[in-house]
């Protein structure tokens, strides 16, 4: 069929001519009405959007010289989020000398993963980045 009889087909029902595949040999056309497609489409991303779970980072932050009881918090708060399926970021901050001694700010990490490996599986081991070491937690499935 010729595009100006397709056209004019398209304007006798008030539809739009659409290209589906252009590529193809002859090229494959649609009539719809254009505005409503795209009205249609816009409404199921919409939707799709809705349905997904946006995954929770919580962040938590330490010092080297933290002590056993704040430490003990926060792996209760871990444990919370955890359950509550966020992922959670522990932060041990670094400042003026204490970054001599990074390796008590990897044992601190060791033993919160530990505390919690019930609950989250480390998904992220300890790094450093920049004057803080973060290691990343998430809950398991």
């Known amino acids: 069929m010729t595009i100006e009889k397709a056209l004019a087909i398209a304007e006798e029902k008030d539809l739009d001519l659409v290209e589906v595949a252009p590529n ?4 494959v ?4 009405d254009y505005g409503k497609y795209l009205y249609e489409k816009q409404k ?8 997904q779970k946006q995954i929770e980072i919580k962040e938590l932050r330490l010092r080297p010289k933290t002590d056993d009881h704040d430490v003990n918090v926060v792996i209760s708060k871990i444990r919370k989020f955890a359950k509550d399926g966020a ?3 522990i932060r041990v901050r670094f400042r003026g000398r204490e970054i001599v001694h990074f390796d008590v700010a990897s044992d601190l990490l060791k033993r919160v993963a530990e ?3 019930d609950v989250t599986e480390v998904e992220q081991r300890p790094t450093m980045d920049g004057r803080s070491m973060i290691m990343l937690l998430a809950p398991k499935t």
């Open 115 to 117: 505390e919690v490996a």
């Open 29 to 32: 056309c649609r009539l719809m």
């Open 44 to 51: 199921r991303e919409r939707e799709s959007r809705k349905a």
């Open 87 to 89: 992922k959670t970021r």
């Open 24 to 27: 193809a040999k002859p090229p």
